[in-house]
C-alpha cells in the first residue's frame, strides 16, 4: 500500500525530469508551477512520507511541509486525516478530510467523506447529506463494494426511521435481482431489510429477509441469532410470554 501510495503522489507532484525543460527555473506539476529548489524538497518529502510509520508524527511533518508548497492537493490532504481516523481521532482527521474533498476534482473524497461518517464516525446526518450530494453528481453509484443508497439505508436505520432504511434496502436488493439475478442479491442487504422489518414488528417478514440472506451465507451468525428472536417473538405472539 505505501509503494502505491508514493506511486500516487509521485505521479501527481514530480515528473521532475520529464514536465519542463531542464534549464527552467520553475516546473509544472499539474496546473501549478513550482520552483526547481521547492521540486526537489517535494521529492525529499514524498520519499520520506513513504517510509515513515503511519503514525509517525515525522510523517505529519513531512506532509504539513509538502502542502505548504502544494496546499490543493487533495491526497495529501487525505493522508493527514486517514492516520487519525484509524486511532478514531475523528473530529481532528475530519479537518483535514474536509480540505481533500474542497481540493479534489474527482469527487472521489466526498464519497470517501461520507462513508467514513457512516461507518467510522457514527455521524448519520452528516454522512447523509454527503451521500445525497454524491448522488447527485454521480447516481447511486459505489463506496467500498455497496452503493450509496445501501449507506443512506444504514444511516436511516441508526437513526430510527425504520421505514426509510426498509425502503433503499428492498430498492437495492431488486435492483440487485434486476441486474445481476436472484443468486447474487447482496446478503448484507437482506440482513438488514431484516433488522428493519424486526423494528417495525414485521416479525413473518424478517423472517424471510433472514431466509433469504442465510441461503446465500448460511455461516452468517448475526442474521442466526437474530431468526432465533424471530422464532420468540412469533411464539409469544401466539402462545404469550415464555416463562423462564
Known amino acids: 500500500m505505501k509503494k502505491y501510495s508514493c506511486f500516487i503522489l509521485l505521479s501527481l507532484c514530480i515528473s521532475i525530469n520529464s514536465c519542463v525543460n531542464k ?8 496546473k ?11 521529492k525529499k518529502y514524498i520519499e ?3 517510509v515513515l510509520p503511519l503514525f509517525s508524527t515525522k510523517r505529519q511533518k513531512y506532509l504539513d511541509s509538502f502542502l505548504l508548497i502544494l ?5 495529501a490532504w487525505q493522508q493527514k486525516a486517514m492516520p487519525l481516523f484509524k486511532q478514531k481521532k ?23 467523506r461520507a462513508f467514513i461518517k457512516c461507518i467510522f464516525q457514527k455521524n448519520y446526518i452528516a454522512a447523509i447529506r454527503d451521500f445525497d450530494a454524491i448522488q447527485k453528481i454521480k447516481g447511486n453509484s459505489y463506496v467500498m463494494d455497496h452503493t450509496y443508497e445501501f449507506y443512506k439505508g444504514l444511516c436511516f436505520l ?3 426511521e ?22 447474487w442479491i447482496n446478503c448484507s442487504a437482506l440482513f438488514y431489510q431484516g433488522i428493519c422489518f424486526f423494528e417495525m414488528d414485521n416479525y413473518k417478514q424478517a423472517m424471510i429477509s433472514f431466509d ?7 455461516n452468517f451468525t448475526d442474521a442466526k441469532v437474530l431468526q432465533s428472536n424471530m422464532f420468540r417473538k412469533l411464539w409469544e405472539t401466539r402462545r404469550g410470554p415464555i416463562i423462564n
Not at 32 to 42: C, E, G, N, Y
Open 90 to 112: 475523528y473530529e481532528v482527521g475530519m479537518q483535514y478530510l474536509d480540505s481533500a474533498v474542497k481540493y479534489d476534482q474527482t469527487n472521489h473524497y466526498l464519497e470517501y
Open 158 to 160: 441508526q437513526l430510527n
Open 32 to 42: 501549478i508551477k513550482v520552483s526547481r529548489q521547492d521540486s526537489v524538497k517535494l
Open 48 to 50: 520520506q512520507i513513504d
Open 212 to 218: 433469504e440472506c442465510l441461503k446465500r451465507y448460511r
Open 71 to 75: 496546499p490543493s492537493n487533495a491526497y
Open 23 to 30: 534549464k527552467a527555473e520553475t516546473k509544472e506539476i499539474g
Open 162 to 183: 425504520f421505514n426509510k432504511a426498509e425502503k433503499l434496502f428492498s430498492k437495492n436488493i431488486n435492483e440487485d435481482r434486476k441486474k445481476l439475478g436472484e443468486k
